[in-house]
């Protein structure tokens, strides 16, 4: 733990070192201690744009966990099902789908629910696939174990399946809190109405450099707050699981 | 006769269901929208978003080509360097305790927020897409390399030394035909990111390129035209990623 902050310091002193040492213009790049001073005095515009991205996130994180993971226990429960639908769940995955924002925005005008409709089609399909991925690679010993006992279906789902898929769905849903965070944010750029992307691009556009580099500072520490607190949350859930 | 058999053989293994529903959500969209729909420019059919596939063609092309470069170029770039860096870190034990944690954590970061600091220093053009895309695809190589190289195993290792291989044989010969399974998964992965890392950028600040295109179709409430950009974006993703699963198995063949 200690090397790896090291190297986030130095990497901090290289930015403040380089930035006095070429005299490098404050309208490119501002030096950590300008970009610090940003954050303490704009500290009420940065809070409540924060405070909207997150709430959407963790919103847009709901509706895909929930969606994603209801779709992938239908669609495992019937093989035909599974035969018709998967082949495009799949192919979704090259489909860029942040190109759909303009999109979605002319459909549902530049406010929340384009961001979360945005979010919620990027994060959905990966937490399908994990989640199912998970339900249907329970080991055939398992299941043979359970039908032995004379298991219903239903209590091989509960009982068998979702207990050894925990591992994979937890995947899922850190896969789905990455890009949900990248889809309110995309979303953010092209419907600036709020957030922490629509500070990013106003202050791009008015040149107020270090507003924009502690505006994306602070999305990267927001994305990075919620994966560590998965991560956390899965060691104590996974606990049979040694740690990486 | 044995044409009839691998014609019956295809018959069989064609995925009907899947190909009885596509064809079937296509053209209930397609009798619903035209049914329902007050406008056909703002909730265009399928039969629509084709057309203006086929009459603006010239325009589409135009721009597709920058954006097609960029991302190959992105890609590309982070292919070599990921595996590159990768390669390193994993060969020394320092490195690797040093800068694994910052890999992994600055994979996590959404870089896609960097997309108006890289306009800022790099413009509105080519250097700034290529370079969002290459952020964007780097990590997933180099850690996915890092797992690749590090997964040899001690006999292996032991039996190269004991055949007395040098260290560009070491390279080449055993470490990464063992690692190319991850590589390519890395691939795959990158493949994708790197469409997304272009399109952002062009749609965040850009005068031409399919996400610029995409953004000035959908300010006009040309709907058919912009799902046709996406329609053109969804096959240049599924090429690209269809080039890398081609090139695995012929570069992977013994693990057919």
Known sequence: ???????????????????????????????????????????????????????EIVLAIAIGVVTGFATAILVGMSSLVRRTIFPYILATQVVPKVALAPILIAWFGIGMESRLILAFLISYFPMVINTLAGILGTSDAMLRYAQSLAASEWQILVKVRLPAAVPAILGGVKITTGVAVIGIVVGEFVATDSGLGKVIIDSSASMDTALTVAATLLIGTLGLALLGALELAERRIVYWQPGP | MTSLATMIARWRAVNWPALIFGVAIVSLWETLVRALAPSQSLFPPPSYVMWSLYVRFDLLMEHAWPTFCQTLVGFLLSVVLGVGLGWIISKSRTLFEALYPVVVVLQVVPKEALAPLLVLWFGAGMLSRTVLAFLIAFFPMVINTIFGVRSLNTAMRNYATSVLCNRWQFLTKVELPWASTSIFAGMKISVTLSVIGVVVAEIVAGRNGLGYLLLFAASRLDMGFSLAILLVLALWGGVLFAAVVLLERRAVYWRR
């Open chain 1, 1 to 55: 733990v200690l090397i790896p902050c090291c190297v986030f310091l130095a990497i901090g002193a290289g930015w403040s070192l380089a930035v006095s040492a070429f005299n490098v213009p404050p309208l490119l790049l501002p030096g950590p201690i300008a970009v610090f001073r940003t954050i303490v005095e704009e500290r009420e515009l940065l809070f409540q744009a924060a405070a909207s991205t997150l709430s």
